[in-house]
């Protein structure tokens, strides 16, 4: 059998560090840390002419017992050639004939034992929603069957997320927005009764239009008593039906729900509050779903809880977005820096010191979700004399069973009926004195296993899963060929944005109908089947869009149709907005006349100009001057993209970009399967060089760094990577925050990039995963020299890939004019990239307004005058002023004057001049 030497995923890199020849034995790197230890291989070069090392020593940033051309031709090569390693040919050989080597000795073998490499046996299994327990026959790898997709159109838009007030009727009540009493998202709805129970309930309503009367539907809502008597939710208005509830419950949310077939096609959801004068309770989560005649009558044998699995909460339209399914390690628990806690040091990932300096239990927890009926076992390698404790909570975060903190170092319970959270302590329990845990464990079962870090796998797919969201039919569906996943795509997702053009078509009283013309986007079915979403979330009408606003409908002559009320596109009746005009309200920006108020209308006389919608700025509105914006506003709870789903006239078969491979340990397995997985996105580090701030750089912040913000907003971080690698550095976000990140300075490595892989704030269906997994020798094999084989034929072009990528495009620091400097160390610097677009980073401040703060040079400029929105700080006040990058390269700033700090991170790269 040839040595088979380890991989090394994603392949770092570093570089010879001085020049050698042919016969040197000894190397000298820039970087050891980041190869492979000894023994291994290594490629010099990165084109056909490289040459492949055999090592067997590493002692710091130096190589020893070389063996030179171990493939390839031994040579000479310069200082600062690339080292690493890479899937070399010989990688590939080993594999291939250490496996023939084995098959060929399962002659000498018996016809039952020959029978395990003969026939493929693989078990079939379906990965279900949700956290669940998998018993596995042995150690393998997951291979995917597929992911069909499914669609939820929450008629209610946005507005039952409780996120704004904008929706929201009252009726004897009053409203307010709570950020601890919530089930989803960043707030839950406080509704308040002004009146007493002996004559009335508060309600507060959501109105609700485009029912098909006698057609099926269900409401649902999360509920929470604060004081009041009783609690409910459900039809009103014109619509007849009764309240769901009654909700009595003050310790968590329940979950109510009311089917109906309406004898009206529009109403209200009403949230009524039973009881006292200012008494109150808590609502989120609200959705209205059309479901099949099948799914209603179905409703009456399933449990709360089951209709709540089966229809979550989603804003407007949501698919199954960025499904994953995560198999956990052995070791359910984290590093103690993934923990809780509010005192204490963690000396290594599992080891952490608390001191008590009086009688008050210091602590640290980690929490997740446990199985309903499954037992745990919660063991500690050392605990210095420290207390551990286990409980099991319900959703409310009520003790259904707890251990309390004991003086031991095992604990097993088995997680009982109702449980939702499940809390990991270690503690000094009361006692004074400095305590130091090390090599927690937790397994599933009854029995402690030997401690071991814990190592999930996972697989994360990056794409969108339709369905008809009525019937489920024509669903979308995720394929695996060739170690590659696909996806069927037969329904089609699409911002209407700024990528697209449109024109008018017609002016009418109060409103026009623009069209998105034939040929940008790909056809739909006829008869077609299709759904829009409003700025504000909600759903547009699916009527002829001549005689109403706020509709949709496609021509096949014209394309897709949208009307617009003049109120909220600022056009009057008698103006004919332009073509980039028109851009630039679907970039989320009004017209309206210069000087007057956000919510005028422009009626063709004066100066135009150009706000966006925000809770910040005056009366809703952000003032972004008189050049039309060709840059997006700003995403908020006011303003999203308009969004249109359709079902495809041709599917189509489209590449998913994936990460990871699922496997099973054998025996039990505790698998997740969720969506909203973002996988390793880029991001962007800022100096907090501000009082109580400056000794950490941050990302995700509100005010530190405009361009930090994440493409979403994260419910959880999974993992940070540094050059690709995972980075344990980061502090978690303080309790309660919009979650930002920090790493201390004395971490941070201004020379490399930095990702981050989370899970998003916002709800999507979830489905299952189905495959199978190898049971016997045979299907193992016969994956393994499959996957050698895919890996085979993907090398030459992943390392053509890299060695593009190694080509790094320098940025270049422009000379900054008229009092402009750059802020602390976001050096204000520009590049083009690989396909001629221009990009430009860092932060400035201390200059002029309305005088250039640079000039890009020839082949740096736009073709055509660009304006962007910034964010900027001077005297410890926000602003949004913007930037203009003209044609003549002047990157000129518009809004402010000498501010503390305006970014430039958030200039959209633009195509350089031709």
Not at 49 to 69: F, N
Not at 560 to 583: C, F, H, M, V
Request: hydrophobic fraction near 35%; aromatic fraction near 10%; charge should be negative.
């Amino acid at each position: 059998m040839k040595t088979m030497y380890p991989a090394q995923v994603n392949s770092p890199g570093t570089e010879l560090a001085a020049a050698i020849d042919a016969t040197q034995d000894t190397i000298q790197v820039v970087d050891g840390s980041v190869l492979p230890d000894a023994p291994n291989l290594l490629t010099i070069g990165t084109d056909e002419a490289a040459e492949t090392i055999l090592y067997t020593e590493k002692t710091g940033d130096e190589l020893s017992g070389v063996t030179r051309g171990f493939q390839g031709t031994a040579q000479s090569w310069a200082m600062g050639t690339k080292v690493a390693r890479y899937f070399t040919a010989y990688d590939h050989d080993a594999a291939i004939g250490n496996i023939s080597e084995l098959s060929a000795g399962l002659n000498a073998l018996g016809d039952e034992t020959k029978d395990r490499f003969d026939i493929e046996q693989r078990e079939d299994v379906v990965l279900n929603a949700g956290m669940q327990i998998l018993n596995a026959q042995r150690n393998a790898a997951f291979s995917l069957g597929g992911i069909k997709g499914r669609t939820l159109v929450n008629l209610l838009g946005r507005n039952g997320g409780m996120e704004s007030l904008t929706g929201i009727g009252l009726s004897n009540a009053t409203a307010a927005l709570d950020s601890t009493n919530k089930t989803q998202g960043i707030n839950g709805l406080r509704v308040t009764t002004t009146v007493s129970s002996a004559t009335n309930s508060g309600i507060a309503y959501i109105p609700i239009s485009g029912l098909k009367v006698d057609g099926y539907y269900v409401l649902i809502a999360d509920v929470k008593n604060g004081n009041a008597k009783e609690l409910f939710a459900g039809w009103g208005g014109a619509i007849t039906g009764s309240y769901a509830g009654p909700v009595t419950a003050k310790d968590k949310f329940t979950t109510i729900w009311r089917k109906n077939r309406p004898n009206s096609s529009s109403g209200n959801i009403d949230l009524a509050v039973l009881g006292d004068v200012n008494t109150y309770g808590y609502y989120d989560a609200v959705r209205v779903y059309e479901i099949s005649a099948t799914e209603y009558a179905a409703l009456d044998t399933m449990t709360p809880e089951q209709v709540a699995a089966k229809y979550p909460y989603v804003d407007s339209v949501q698919p199954v977005r960025n499904p994953y399914a995560i198999r956990y390690g052995e070791n359910l628990l984290p590093p103690f820096y993934e923990w809780e806690t509010t005192t204490g040091a963690s000396d290594a990932p599992y080891a952490h010191t608390i001191t008590a300096t009086s009688s008050t239990s210091v602590s640290a927890v980690y929490k997740m979700k446990p199985v309903v009926g499954q037992s745990y076992t919660y063991s500690i390698g050392s605990r210095g004399g420290g207390r551990i404790g286990l409980d099991f909570r319900d959703a409310g975060g009520n003790i259904l069973l707890s251990s309390g903190w004991v003086d031991q170092d095992l604990i097993t319970l088995e997680a009982p009926t109702g449980s939702e959270i499940m809390q990991i302590f270690v503690s000094s329990g009361g006692q004074i004195g400095t305590f130091t845990f090390k090599n927690p464990m937790l397994n599933i079962g009854t029995g402690a296993k030997p401690f071991e870090p814990r190592e999930d796998s996972m697989l994360a797919l990056q794409t969108d899963l339709y369905a008809d969201p009525l019937t489920g039919s024509n669903a979308d569906d995720v394929f695996e060929k060739d170690g590659q996943y696909f996806k069927l795509a037969k329904w089609k997702g699409n911002a209407l944005d700024g990528a697209l053009t449109y024109v008018v078509l017609n002016n009418y009283t109060g409103f026009k109908r623009v069209a998105v013309p034939v040929g940008q986007l790909p056809l739909p079915l006829t008869p077609q089947k299709y759904w829009a979403t409003k700025y504000q979330g909600s759903l547009l009408s699916l009527i002829d869009t001549s005689t109403r606003v706020d509709a949709v409908d496609y021509s096949d002559t014209h394309g897709w149709l949208l009307s617009i009320s003049n109120a909220d596109s600022g056009w009057g009746d008698n103006y004919t907005p332009t073509a980039d005009e028109i851009k630039a309200y679907f970039m989320g920006y009004k017209m309206y006349p210069a000087g007057g108020s956000g919510s005028a209308i422009y009626t063709g006389s004066g100066t135009k100009a150009w706000v966006y919608r925000t809770p910040s700025g005056l009366d809703g509105w952000q003032d972004v001057g008189t050049t039309l914006p060709t840059s997006p506003a700003p995403i908020n709870a006011y303003w999203q993209p308009y969004q249109l789903v359709y079902q495809l006239a041709t599917p189509t078969v489209e590449p998913i970009v994936s990460e990871g491979m699922l496997t099973f340990n054998e025996g039990d397995n505790q698998v997740e399967v969720g969506t909203g997985i973002v996988v390793r996105e880029a991001i962007r580090l800022y100096d907090g060089e501000q009082p109580g701030y400056g000794a950490y750089y941050y990302t995700n912040h509100a005010t530190i760094g405009g361009g930090s913000k994440w493409k979403y907003k994260p419910m959880k971080v999974l993992s940070f990577y540094r050059n690709s690698l995972a980075d344990g550095s980061f502090d978690p976000p303080p309790p309660g925050s919009d979650p930002w990140y920090r790493i201390k300075k004395s971490l941070y490595d201004s020379s490399a990039t930095y990702s981050v892989t989370y899970l998003m704030l916002d709800n999507s269906p979830i489905v299952p995963f189905t495959g199978s997994y190898a049971i016997n020798e045979k299907a193992m094999l016969q994956e393994l020299t499959e996957t050698v084989q895919q890996n085979a034929t993907a090398v030459s072009v992943l390392m053509n890939k890299k060695a593009d990528k190694d080509q790094t495009i320098a940025w270049i620091t422009p000379t900054l004019l008229n009092g402009w400097t750059s802020f602390g160390s976001n050096t204000v610097q520009y590049r083009k990239d690989a396909i001629g677009n221009v990009h430009i980073q860092g932060m400035a401040g201390g200059g002029a307004g309305e005088q250039p703060m640079f000039i890009l040079p020839v082949g740096f400029r736009p073709k055509r005058t660009r304006q962007c929105v910034s964010i900027a700080v001077k005297d410890g006040v926000v602003s949004a002023p913007t930037y203009e990058i003209a044609a003549d390269g002047k990157v000129i700033p518009y809004g402010t004057i000498a501010p503390t700090w305006m970014t430039l991170d958030t200039i959209t790269p633009f195509p350089a001049e031709r």
